[in-house]
């Protein structure tokens, strides 16, 4: 009998595209089908052919709903998926708003980009779905609890455990052709607020596990320390005369904020501040939170998200008036900045020396995000040079995701592995240092970091063996691409102009560019 096969689609070399795909006796499911985030280059593959026929995908298990992993689907539905999504109670209560809150988002983002002067000779942008595709794929979903063993397809077995990343996080453990498999989906790290630590079964023929901080060992922080870490940072950004703008994930990282916001007001140690939750999305997420509130850590009711310091913005109209606040606390998505509200935030605030920005979660490769937190001192936003003036802040201790140290435990409570350790959901620097660690430790006898195209046999108590090769060609654009760098040359154009003091001379330069850039274009013809 022919062993199973894996096939990674996405989050194989960087930490967004979550897709993996399972093939037995014919039938075929994914484990998570997530939207590529980040440049330009990346952002693409979610427009581009699929690696599979959605028709002949047999069911869809999700580990979460960051749109990173679960934000595909729509699309899948809409080009003939007709099977069932598997995924957590939560799970599916955050996807009746995340995926119509997507597809608005494609829908916005197409119609702005189609828009913009310098895109006024270039093909139309289509929405990678619209928002009434993803009200109809909301019908597929079709909740499971945890620990309770299920058929997605004609041998397949498969159970969820907690994965204490976030709100219905799992783990999924399959069992396919007398082969075990566990996929790790996301781990929380430890003293994470809201949810229990990690749980899954161990003696496994093969795991999948994430390594997204592989290569990083966070300070032993509990939350009472995590509260003083946060509680400085506002006095200090506050005590500058402008606001405090944290760039949130929607779910997850603005409830966990509001927790604490809301405990140090309660214990006097911050004066009531103006808090705004200015994402839609957000707001209807710790709703859910709300409705979940008996299945959470340190929640009692849901009432902690009621305060009244805390106001949520709803209408465009309203954030923009944003504006003209002083002294207030400003929550809005996206969280790694490619998208939301928090874009024109930043423009506002960016150049003001008494504003400060306040990261609070992961920045991948080309994101903005990621080019603010490294110290850039211009940024292109929206096709507008924004000059960086503001205090740029960094706390590590909101984490979702498990670091080094939580990430070897966790792998080392699966042994015996029998068969191949694979690393995903990482950039390089992470797995590679996760798979250095977990060798040194003996944790498995076989570790894989595989690339995104390539696929495995996973044969029963032996190690996986790759059928087919990866995509090297998307390797090059996973920390950045060419409009990443028009970016950065493009905002430093004119400063670097003027540095020439003669005018001819700057004339000349330009002139020697032109002609650089024709040569390439006489080249190709």
């Not at 809409?78 to 119509?100: I, S």
Request: aromatic content about 6%; hydrophobic content about 40%.
């Amino acid at each position: 009998m022919n062993a199973p096969t894996i096939g990674f689609h996405g989050a194989a070399g960087t930490v967004t595209g979550s897709c993996m795909e399972i093939r037995f006796g014919g039938r075929r499911i994914l484990v998570d089908c997530g939207l590529f985030q980040g440049p330009r280059t990346i952002e693409a593959l979610n427009f581009g052919p699929l690696p599979f026929k959605p028709a002949e995908i047999d069911a869809i298990i999700l580990t979460h709903a960051h749109i990173d992993h679960s934000g595909l689907v729509p699309r899948l539905v809409a080009e003939g998926f007709a099977g069932r999504v598997h995924a957590t109670h939560a799970t599916r209560d955050l996807l009746r708003h995340m995926w119509p809150d997507s597809g608005r988002i494609h829908e916005h983002e197409a119609e702005r980009r189609n828009r913009r002067p310098d895109r006024a000779d270039e093909p139309p942008v289509e929405p990678i779905y619209t928002e009434a595709d993803a009200v109809a794929a909301l019908d597929a979903l079709h909740p499971r609890a945890l620990g309770e063993w299920f058929e997605p397809a004609p041998g397949f077995r498969v159970r969820l455990w907690n994965a204490g990343h976030i709100l219905g996080s799992a783990s999924v453990e399959l069992e396919v052709g007398g082969v075990r498999l566990l996929a790790s989906g996301d781990l929380g790290p430890e003293h994470k607020s809201f949810h229990p630590d990690p749980q899954a079964p161990h003696r496994l023929d093969h795991v999948i596990c994430e390594s997204t901080y592989g290569d990083r060992d966070r300070a032993d922080i509990d939350k009472a320390g995590r509260r003083r870490l946060l509680e400085a940072e506002i006095k200090a950004a506050l005590g500058r005369g402008g606001n405090l703008l944290i760039p949130v994930f929607a779910l997850e990282r603005t409830q966990e904020l509001l927790l604490d916001i809301a405990t140090l007001i309660a214990e006097r140690r911050i004066d009531k501040p103006y808090v705004f939750i200015d994402s839609p999305l957000a707001s209807r997420a710790t709703e859910i939170f709300a409705q979940h509130a008996d299945e959470l850590e340190d929640v009692s009711g849901g009432e902690i998200f009621d305060n009244p310091a805390f106001h949520y913005v709803a209408s465009v109209a309203e954030s923009m008036r944003l504006n003209k606040v002083k002294g207030a606390i400003i929550m809005a998505a996206s969280g790694m900045c490619e998208g939301g509200r928090i874009r024109h935030h930043l423009r506002h605030h960016l150049g003001s020396r008494q504003s400060t920005v306040l990261f609070v979660g992961y920045q991948a490769g080309g994101t903005l995000g990621r080019t603010i937190l490294e110290g850039a001192k211009r940024v292109r936003i929206s096709g507008r040079d924004v000059v960086v003036r503001a205090e740029i802040r960094r706390l590590d201790c909101y984490s979702a995701h498990a670091d080094k140290a939580s990430l070897l435990d966790w792998i080392k409570g699966r042994a015996p592995i029998a068969g191949s350790l694979f690393l995903s959901h990482g950039e390089a620097a992470g797995r590679a240092a996760l798979k250095a660690a977990a060798e040194e430790r003996h944790l498995a006898s076989h570790v894989l970091l595989p690339l995104i195209g390539e696929a495995y046999a996973l044969p029963a108590g032996a190690p996986a063996r790759r059928l087919q090769t990866g995509r090297e060609d998307i390797l090059a654009a996973l920390e950045g691409d060419w409009q990443n760098d028009y970016a950065d040359f493009a905002t430093a154009l004119k400063a670097r102009l003027r540095a020439i003091d003669d005018a001819a001379a700057r004339r000349e330069a330009l002139a020697r560019m032109s002609a650089i850039l024709e040569s390439y274009k006489r080249a190709r013809h």
